[in-house]
């Protein structure tokens, strides 16, 4: 049965998503693409105009469901608890990942350092992330429930711890439960790692 060109449009993603996962955006080739999909080279052409495009079609496809995945917390709503809300995003993404290997694969290596108009890209979308964060972290001092600090730094921390829990999850698979690597990253921020006694210690040193 033939495919329409939506179908077909939908198979060639799915099969350049693998390659690049495979072998990155520089060792793969359009033709490991059409040799995998069982089309012919101008075929792919009808869809996509290079390896550029249709790499950048992915990145950008995925990028959007993450930021879907991450919504604002209200701290006026009084069906949902902040922390209740913050960890329902961090599920969300999390979940996204672990469901999306291959494409959280690109976004975590292939992607990075591409070039200069994808770094900007990238950084963009980090940079909209630290935006929410820093406006999370004024509405919760602002309500006593987060310490004053510098915002910006403890945001780039945060995205930090996130961006590596991702990595674990999806290049090193990790066994842990969505639920406690979500619930440890969040006892991490708001307990930290020092008991009383280490956190003394530290600012006796």
């Known amino acids: 049965m033939a495919m ?18 495979e072998k990155g955006y520089h060792d793969a080739r359009i033709d490991d693409i059409v040799v995998r999909a069982g089309i012919a080279r101008g075929t792919f052409y009808l869809y996509f105009e290079d390896k550029r495009a249709i790499f950048e079609h992915i990145v950008d496809g995925f ?16 069906k949902a608890k902040p922390s209740d809300q913050l960890r329902d995003d961090l599920l969300r993404v999390v979940a996204l990942f672990a469901a ?16 200069a ?5 990238l950084l963009a979308f980090y940079d909209a992330v630290t935006a929410l964060l820093m406006r999370a972290l004024t509405e919760g001092e602002a309500a006593g429930l987060i310490r004053p ?14 961006k590596e829990l991702l990595y ?17 990253m969040l006892d991490l921020m708001a307990f930290g790692l020092f008991t009383e006694v280490g956190a003394r210690a530290l600012r006796d040193a």
């Open 168 to 184: 674990q999850i999806v290049l090193r698979k990790t066994d842990a439960s969505h639920d406690e690597l979500v619930d440890t």
């Open 149 to 162: 600090g510098n915002r910006a730094v403890r945001a780039y921390c945060v995205t930090g711890m996130l």
């Open 4 to 21: 329409d060109r939506e179908q077909r449009r939908a198979q060639i993603l799915t099969v350049a998503t693998a390659v690049f996962a």
């Open 63 to 78: 990028l959007q469901r993450l930021d879907d995945a991450i919504r604002v917390i209200e701290l006026d709503d009084p």
């Open 117 to 121: 108009d994808f770094d900007r890209k």
């Open 100 to 115: 999306n290997a291959q494409l959280a694969q690109i976004l975590l290596s292939a992607a990075v350092g591409l070039d």
